[in-house]
Nanobody, 115 residues
Framework: QVQLVESGGGLVQPGGSLRLSCAASRNIFGFKQWGWYRQAPGKGRELVASIIVGGRTNYADSVKDRFIISNDNAKSTVYLQMFSLKPEDTALYYC?????????WGQGTQVTVSS
């Protein structure tokens, strides 16, 4: 089985930057899609960004032009580079991996944007 381990969250001031990482515990077989989701208390889980095997990316309107999703196939790792962070970006961020056979979730990493 694959386990996903997230890192990179923390406290940052408005306008600052963070890079989130999510590493799979082993090589990925049957890769389909990486996704980053976020959830704030009292709100539903929101798809922030995704990337498929061919490199095509998609972003939520709320983060478009500020966030960049990328992946390193050799390391079985996905990243979310976040720029110009806003207080409304504050949430628990989860990575998601879709393969031919299963779906996997990271444990979540907290991003807090505050002065």
């Amino acid at each position: 089985q694959v386990q996903l381990v997230e890192s990179g969250g923390g406290l940052v001031q408005p306008g600052g930057s963070l890079r989130l990482s999510c590493a799979a515990s082993r090589n990925i077989f049957g890769f389909k899609q990486w996704g980053w989701y976020r959830q704030a208390p009292g709100k539903g889980r929101e798809l922030v960004a995704s990337i498929i095997v061919g490199g095509r990316t998609n972003y939520a309107d709320s983060v478009k032009d500020r966030f960049i999703i990328s992946n390193d196939n050799a390391k079985s790792t996905v990243y979310l580079q976040m720029f110009s962070l806003k207080p409304e970006d504050t949430a628990l961020y989860y990575c998601n991996l879709e393969t031919s056979g299963q779906s996997y979730w990271g444990q979540g990493t907290q991003v807090t944007v505050s002065s």
